[in-house]
């Protein structure tokens, strides 16, 4: 009895043995599987390229769209662009200028547009150029310089400075100013604007 014993306390042993070995392989090829896929996932995270995004005009062209928080144009564009925005804003005359300042509204955001022609009507800029049947002509005559670029509640933004010659004429006067104009430019989604950017704030003090 004893020797009976003893064989069946060994063979339960060597099966425990044997159900150890089998549990402790079947973690180990978990283990490297999970890593494996693991690997295979971090991969393909990484490589795989983000998804573009498009929109569509109402005459059905297709328009990438871009992150708001990225500059999309170069610096020169953005000065070139910032002149002849000021420019169209700058020259109007007595007669037209109902229709000229339509135009130049598409350079400008809601709020850029709206605080614009408050300050013109306000300084009695329109009145004037009414009453005194004005032409006026603005011509950017300096350099047009970056003062700051940084990206503000998600959009890119700059703060672009240039120097104005603005010239009045009646029939009888002719009148030159200088100007010192100041605007915030922030990036748009491009079914806004077609260069997806925008005059935020805009500003002219007599220099």
Known sequence: MTIDAEQLALQKNN???DNYRRVMAF???SVVITVSLLAVLSYQIITTPKPAYYATTT????IPLQSLDMPVVTNTYLLQWAALATRAVYNLDFENYTKQLDNASSYFTPTGWESLTNAMKSSGAIDSLKNNKLFMAGIVN???????QEVVHGRYSWRVQLPLLVT???ASIQQKAHFIITMDIIRVPVIDAAKSIQINRFSAVRG
Do not use: E, K
């Open 59 to 62: 005459t059905g062209r297709v």
């Open 15 to 17: 099966l425990y043995r």
């Open 168 to 170: 009045y004429t009646s």
């Open 142 to 148: 300096g350099p047009a310089v970056i003062l700051d």
């Open 27 to 29: 973690l180990l090829a």
